[in-house]
């Protein structure tokens, strides 16, 4: 039993890194695959349904994974600073690793438009807000023109290390079901990480690195977005994306031509879905299974379910759902959403929790 140290330790012949490199890491990746157990037998289908749930990283989100390798190049190049816009996660991320790696943080992020706990987050790592009253394709637009006019390095997920961290979480659910699942469905963003995903499968999939095929199938890879923030259902950019899952208030995704080529590659599809339904999965993993993920991270489920109702994805299919994010990130959408539910008040005395329980 080895103490485990992170995901570039346990990838490191997978990954551009060598024996002198610095290591920045918080111990990322290594998530739980929960398989869900209620949900199915609700539904009534015979499928298997795991979830990733990368909301355990570090920062409670999958970004932890391409931070670790973006920000250890960043430091193995000399780089005193880097730069991200982002919806919350990726600049809480990026503030905490460079925290460990004693360099700076720049983040923009959209005015009023992150989560609290995203916005907690980063200002208890001391990162250098920048919130611009626009959006997030916009911050992503000036972080690509000011990396011209100051010395800071880029940590979105345009920047390819960030991408090789990212993939690391397929080659975790292969060596955990000793197979590629058959569907894989996340949610679609800045499609970053659907890219990452059909790299790390790919790779497993052929040689690499010297190191024979590990799993020689691929899974069907399905994204989903939400239907105000939907690109890739649109075919093409739009630019006024709305939606209450802000993680993915995403209208000119970077990774376009990465993530139409991992569609048409592993004949997988997008979709997208109104908040109400992406809201209505997210409070579904809760209540029935346990497990609380942040609004985008349910765009997932809600796709797989779906696509499960209507038999595009049959019985007897493995199926991986990506879960982004901590539910924790976003309390004030989570208790919005329970105004239904108001926990009872009552006199601390034994008689009144009597009384609360039994009737
Ligand atoms: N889910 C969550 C919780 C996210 O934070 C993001 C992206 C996505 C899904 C979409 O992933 O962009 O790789 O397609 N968040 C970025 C950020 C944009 O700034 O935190 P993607």
């Not at 398989?35 to 920062?59: A, F, S």
């Not at 345009?158 to 080659?171: C, E, L, S, V, Y």
Request: hydrophobic residues 40%; negative net charge.
């Amino acid at each position: 039993q080895t103490h485990y140290t992170g995901l570039i330790e346990r990838y490191r012949n997978r990954l551009p890194v060598s024996n002198s490199t610095r290591v920045i890491s918080l111990g990322e990746g290594n998530t739980p695959l929960i398989q869900l157990q209620n949900i199915p037998r609700l539904i009534g289908k015979d499928v298997d349904i795991y979830v990733k749930y990368e909301g355990l990283n570090p920062t409670g989100s999958f970004k932890d994974r391409g931070m670790t390798m973006a920000v250890t190049k960043a430091v193995e190049d000399g780089s005193k600073a880097i730069i991200c816009a982002s919806t919350g996660n990726t600049s809480a991320s990026a503030a905490a690793y460079a925290v460990r790696a004693g360099i700076s943080a720049f983040v923009l992020i959209p005015e009023g438009k992150i989560a609290q706990g995203k916005l907690a987050q980063t200002l208890m790592y001391g990162a250098q807000i920048i919130q611009i009253r626009g959006n997030f394709d916009q911050g992503m637009s000036l972080v690509k023109e000011i990396v011209d006019h100051a010395p800071v390095t880029i940590v979105n997920s345009i920047n390819p290390f960030r991408i090789d961290g990212q993939k690391t979480a397929a080659f975790e659910i292969v060596d955990e079901l000793g197979k590629a699942p058959d569907y894989h469905c996340l949610p679609v963003g800045n499609a970053g990480n659907i890219t990452a995903y059909w790299k790390g499968y790919s790779e497993y999939a052929t040689e690499t690195n010297g190191l024979a095929a590990v799993c020689a199938k691929r899974p069907v890879m399905c994204g989903y977005q939400a239907a105000g923030a939907a690109p890739f259902i649109a075919g093409k950019m739009i630019d006024n994306p709305e939606t209450i899952a802000t993680a993915i208030r995403i209208g000119h995704p970077q990774s376009w031509d990465f993530a139409w080529n991992a569609q048409k590659e592993s004949g997988g599809w997008f979709d997208s879905f109104t908040d109400a339904k992406i809201l209505a999965a997210q409070k579904m993993l809760a209540s029935h299974e346990g497990i609380f993920c942040e609004p985008a991270s349910a765009a997932s489920l809600a796709g797989a379910l779906k696509d499960i109702e209507t038999g595009k994805i049959p019985e007897g299919s493995t199926i991986v759902c990506t879960l982004t994010g901590n539910g924790l990130k976003d309390p004030e959408t989570a208790i919005s959403q329970c105004s239904d539910t108001h926990p009872v008040s009552i006199d601390a005395t034994l008689e009144a929790v009597k009384k609360a329980i039994l009737d």
